[in-house]
């Protein structure tokens, strides 16, 4: 469980840091090009989804979020005996979902940063991107591992 606290809680601080370096740097200025029409930081108030979906759709993301945190918590708490990667996944997920119910919660949006500009894709975040890899990570598992590890064959 020591692992589950630490990771959630590294990518946790690690998000929260840099959406308070964004909003101290880069919102005065909009954006910084690191390198020019490549990889940019801007500030983005992002009241959606992924792609600015959704928008305005903030109680919506509060309560599903809530849910998916309460679940995976629950589920962490259970199960004492599982795969490291299956924890990881988790708690990488957990972590990132925490980082973007925070902004939701204090500001109605989640604040994004990361611009890569040159495939035009939406901007991003830290907690953004632990989801995602926690859920491939996740994926990776339920496809490739799940029932064949001697924790899943006891059951």
């Known amino acids: 469980m020591l692992t589950t606290v630490i ?10 840091v840099s959406k308070w370096l964004t909003v101290q740097y880069i919102k005065p200025i909009g954006s910084y090009p690191v390198i020019k029409d490549v990889f940019h930081f801007t500030y983005v108030e992002n009241r959606g989804a992924a792609w600015g979906i959704m928008q305005n759709g903030r ?15 629950v589920f962490l708490i259970r199960e004492k005996n599982m795969v490291p990667l299956l924890r990881v996944s988790l708690s990488v997920i957990l972590g990132g979902a925490i980082g973007n119910l925070i902004d939701r919660v204090l500001y109605g949006y989640v604040v994004d940063m990361i611009h890569v500009k040159f495939i035009d894709y939406p901007v991003f975040n830290i907690a953004d991107s632990a989801t995602v890899i926690g859920t ?16 899943a064959k006891k059951r």
Do not use: Q
């Open 59 to 73: 109680w919506i993301f509060i309560g599903v979020t809530a849910v998916v945190c309460i679940g995976i918590i």
């Open 7 to 16: 990771i959630a809680l590294g990518v946790l601080i690690l998000d929260r």
């Open 136 to 151: 491939i990570l996740l994926a990776w598992y339920i496809i490739f591992m799940s029932g064949k590890t001697p924790e």
